[in-house]
């Protein structure tokens, strides 16, 4: 399938623009293929005029319609076959391995989202049925449910092209929930996302929507991204990627006329807390799972556990002992851009050069070339990570810090003090854990998911999934931008009161045709009403 290296409006290709980029082949840093034309202002809001000139007719669709127009998008993925994980790997360096199962991952979740719009009950649909001769006041008939909030602008991330890119989360569930999509091609694979937008193109076609229901525009610096924030078509943002980029669309769309919601998840540290029993029986074996978490995928997760603490001792001593020894053993491997390698590679010396901290391990070969990143893993104790507030923000790769504390308390201290996180891991015997639940109290305050003896890498798509956390680690921390949950961020509720049965959405009417849950007066069920 060509490239255009155009926008993709509303299902046809256009380009006013006149800068032009490349794609970056990441293991050689070197441009190749197609020029992308950037995006304008002039195109972003065709895009947004024309999403909103179809929400009426996506959002009034039947479930059936919707979940149908999933299916398609996931059936024309896998159509693109190989060209796909060979732009994505060439693109972002990663390996075909990850991409062909990212790309697995990607289409699994597709159906899964399918499945849960035709199956309904996501819309929290309620019921109170009137009663005339209550007193001192009639009771009256009053049902509510979630619609679609209307047009969504979306920027996927650069560590997941697939799941989390044009065709990711953001985009399946903003479409699910009946909300069109204009979303911006992440420049750092301009190539797979042109791919994957032809393809949900031809998906929309397929199932019998307009065109407007979905447009993609390219662009490399902040003027397209916040033009499709500004927009007034658009209500609601969905991102993910780093705080400040989150954070100027949120304080953008806050500044609007009408402001809007941004649903930006961010990264975190997500620190990670050795208790007692556990550091004394299985030292090498957390060690192990420690360096396979910050290591994977080159470090690139937002879930990379960048700061350790446990207890001064001979478990400790052991735990970074070995620590260091398998960092030396960690071969360099290829990061998704030259910005990202260089960040990391900057915030790495940065660590390295501070007082009071030192080196555990570092990956014995050096990097071939600019893009690629070694493992280091850095020491210190608790009053030089007191004194040094940065050593807790996020370096974005395979690097974190081993902290040495005093006691348990010390640790607690430490979590009190803690910004908002994605994610924290405790690992400790049923002993420790029974004996510190004050630590579990605390983090509870503190971030989105809390991991008993596991690591935050590998982040399962499912119901009960929380991707998200307080401030800074998302904007919104009510809500998740992994699992079927994800739906809520993109409706909102509408209480129908009086109404006719015939004139109530078909969720919200007496027979129960769908046999989806419902709360009935104040009573979870499935049966009809009356």
Request: hydrophobic share 40%; charged share 15%.
């Amino acid at each position: 399938m060509a490239l255009q290296g155009k926008q993709l409006i509303a299902g046809v290709f256009e380009a006013k623009g006149t800068e032009t980029y490349q794609a970056v082949d990441a293991s050689t840093n070197t441009p190749f293929g197609v020029h992308f034309v950037e995006g304008t202002v002039a195109e972003v809001a065709a895009a947004a005029k024309a999403a909103a000139d179809s929400f009426d007719a996506l959002r009034t669709a039947t479930v059936e319609a919707r979940g149908q127009l999933l299916d398609h998008i996931a059936d024309e993925i896998m159509a693109l076959g190989d060209d796909l994980l060979e732009m994505a790997h060439q693109e972002t360096g990663l390996p075909m391995g990850r991409c062909t199962g990212e790309r697995g991952r990607a289409v699994n979740q597709i159906r899964l989202f399918a499945n849960v719009i035709r199956e309904g009950s996501w819309v929290n649909a309620r019921i109170d049925t009137a009663n005339p001769d209550r007193t001192p006041a009639p009771k009256p008939d009053v049902r509510s449910m979630l619609v679609g909030i209307g047009p969504v602008a979306v920027f996927g991330a650069s560590n997941f092209p697939l799941a989390i890119g044009v065709a990711g989360t953001d985009t399946v569930t903003a479409l699910g929930a009946g909300c069109p999509v204009v979303v911006k091609a992440h420049p750092a694979h301009p190539g797979t996302s042109e791919l994957l937008a032809m393809a949900i193109t031809k998906a929309v076609k397929a199932a019998g929507f307009p065109a407007g229901i979905f447009s993609m525009v390219h662009g490399r610096g902040h003027e397209v991204g916040l033009a499709m924030a500004r927009d007034p078509h658009i209500k609601a943002v969905a991102f993910t990627g780093g705080l400040r980029g989150g954070r100027a669309l949120f304080d953008a769309a806050a500044a609007r006329p009408e402001p809007i919601p941004v649903y930006a998840e961010m990264g975190s540290t997500n620190p990670v807390f050795l208790l007692p029993g556990a550091l004394k029986a299985r030292s090498a074996d957390i060690a192990k799972g420690y360096l396979q978490s910050v290591n994977l995928g080159v470090g690139q997760f937002c879930t990379n556990p960048g700061i350790l603490l446990g207890l001064k001792g001979e478990g400790m001593s052991s735990f970074q002992q070995a620590s260091g020894e398998l960092a030396t053993a960690v071969t360099p491997a290829t990061m998704l851009h030259a910005g990202i390698s260089k960040a990391f590679a900057d915030g790495v010396d940065k660590i390295g050069q501070t007082p009071g901290v030192s080196v555990l391990g570092q990956s014995a070969d050096a990097p071939a070339v600019a893009t690629q990143a070694g493992c280091a893993i850095f020491a210190t104790d608790i009053d030089t990570l007191k004194q040094t507030p940065y050593l807790m923000e996020e370096v974005f790769g395979p690097t974190s810090i081993v902290v040495a504390c005093n006691s348990v308390e010390e640790m607690e201290e430490m979590a009190e003090g803690l910004e908002g996180h994605l994610s924290a891991t405790v690992h400790g015997t049923p002993e420790d854990l029974a004996a510190h639940k004050n630590l579990i109290q605390i983090l509870e305050k503190k971030v989105g998911r809390i991991i008993i003896n596991g690591y935050p890498t590998g982040i399962e798509v499912c119901a009960a999934m929380h991707h998200g956390g307080p401030y800074p680690a998302s904007t919104d921390s009510h809500y998740t931008s992994i699992g079927t949950g994800s739906l809520l961020r993109f409706g909102r509720p509408v209480c129908y009161q009086g109404f006719p049965n015939d004139l109530l959405p078909p969720q919200l009417r007496n027979a129960n045709e769908k046999g989806i849950w419902r709360m009935v007066n104040n009573e979870m069920t499935r049966e009809n009403v009356g």
